[in-house]
């Protein structure tokens, strides 16, 4: 698979088989993303990979958690601005609409827009998960490293025949991860990650993306 294949048939894949992910696929992966790029080489990236009894148990608690109807963890973090101003709050609903369409979910049916994110907290039935934290004392340029990282360990996945979907949800139920985890005090948990192949059997929508002319501008001589 080239670059460019593996560019354009990567996608937030949301429904899993439970065949295993065999461990030294996922080494290889994680051994050539560490080539990422990041400002004097900090390499500012925390990962964890979550197979096997760990990443069920961490699906148990966080099952426990939705059915309780337990509050969200206080974010560490701003997802989103709280007004997003024009042409980014007209993406963000027409991807919510797409999403919810493609389930069969109207934006009425409150429970069942429920029950279709607390998939997120069970990994979508993916046998693997990557969970990504960052130094608290990091700033925004090393933020975006990480999302370089991620990007890169997400292309990679692709040339192995497998799928990803990175999932900000997780960072609301950080407590969960962290009793599964027990990761350093001074680390942030920005997403998590779920690895596996592709249940064909899961319908979807491909959210299509903006005109070139929207997002590049060239400045030629």
Known sequence: MDVYEAVTSRRAVRG??????????????LSAAA?????SNLQPWHAYVVTGGPLAELKKRAGRRVAAGDPWDEREYEMYPPALKSPYGERRSTFGKERYSALGVTREDWE????AAADNWQCFGAPAALFCY?????GPPQWADVGMYLQTVMLLLRAEGLHSCPQMAWSVYRRTVAEVLSPPEELILF???????E???????RTGRAP????VTFVEG
């Open 199 to 205: 249940d064909v059997t899961v319908g979807y929508v």
């Open 134 to 138: 960052i130094d608290r004392d990091m």
């Open 191 to 197: 997403c998590g990650m779920s690895i596996g192949f």
């Open 112 to 115: 069942a827009r429920q029950r």
């Open 16 to 29: 899993f088989t439970d065949r295993p992910v065999p461990r030294e696929v996922l080494e290889r992966v």
């Open 212 to 215: 070139l002319d929207e997002t």
């Open 35 to 39: 080539w990422s790029p990041s400002g």
